[in-house]
């Protein structure tokens, strides 16, 4: 039962390097998502995907990249990464009937 | 963007004390979920409501969706040292983006033994 896996789940970089945090989910789930979480913030919709091939932009899309190649993966690319993107990052999968989302355990970035 | 509000942004109680949590919105949910997250951890489900009116209860924890569907509380009766963690409440505004659910900023919940 290992629902959603994300790695890695710690990762420090310098401004400007690139990175893809990987998300993958074994609950046949069609609807998968990304979300930054930070301190008084909540959680914030970064892209989401609604099945293979399919993406779209969350609330704060900007310098980060998705693609869905298949129903199991949604990985999260940072392009070229920035200190504002300093952040705990969620990949989270829905279950259709019900619209519960379940959570990877996070991963901390740090961006120098 | 639908913004949720939540209150109070820190809760720091003694075991045995009840409490109440809120999550207020200007804007119509089709649905509101409410999740716990412990330290290290994602958010994980706790209940889900979609009636206006509707009252849920979860054994010490009671959850109520207002009557035009804008708002929702949660209550705890005796907390535990157990119910310490960050809850988020998290509004759909349904059709195709069920899933495009909006977050509230969340409510971290001491509880002192």
């Known amino acids: 039962n290992a629902g959603v896996t994300q790695t890695p789940k710690f990762q420090v970089l310098k401004t400007g390097q690139s990175m893809t945090l990987q998300c993958a989910q074994d609950?046949?789930?069609?609807?998968m998502s990304w979300y930054r979480q930070d301190p008084g913030m909540g959680l914030r919709l970064i892209h989401y995907?609604?099945?293979?091939?399919?993406?779209d932009q969350g609330e704060v899309p900007n310098g980060y990249n998705v693609s869905r190649s298949t129903t199991e993966d949604f990985p999260l690319r940072l392009l070229s990464a920035a200190p504002s993107q300093t952040s705990v990052y969620f990949c989270?999968?829905?279950?259709?009937?019900?619209?519960?989302?379940?959570f990877g355990e996070g991963s901390r970035l740090t961006v120098l | 963007t639908q913004l949720l509000e939540q209150s109070p942004q820190f809760l720091s109680i003694q075991e045995g004390e009840n409490l109440t949590v809120y999550c207020n919105s200007s804007?119509?949910?089709?649905?509101l979920q409410w999740y716990r997250q412990e330290p290290g951890e994602g958010p994980v489900l706790l209940v889900t409501?979609?009636?206006?009116?509707e009252v849920k209860k979860l054994k010490r924890l009671t959850f109520q969706f207002g009557d035009a569907r804008k708002d929702s509380s949660l209550h705890i009766t005796a907390a535990q040292p157990g119910d310490t963690g960050l809850y988020l409440c998290?509004?759909?505004?349904?059709?195709?983006?069920?899933?495009?659910?909006?977050f509230g900023q969340g409510t971290i919940l001491t509880v002192h033994p």
């Open positions: 989270a999968s829905r279950r259709a009937r019900t619209g519960e989302l379940f």
């Open positions: 609950m046949n789930h069609e609807y």
């Open positions: 995907s609604v099945g293979a091939g399919i993406t």
């Open positions: 804007s119509v949910f089709s649905s």
């Open positions: 409501v979609v009636t206006g009116g």
């Open positions: 998290a509004g759909s505004p349904g059709g195709t983006s069920y899933g495009k659910l909006t």
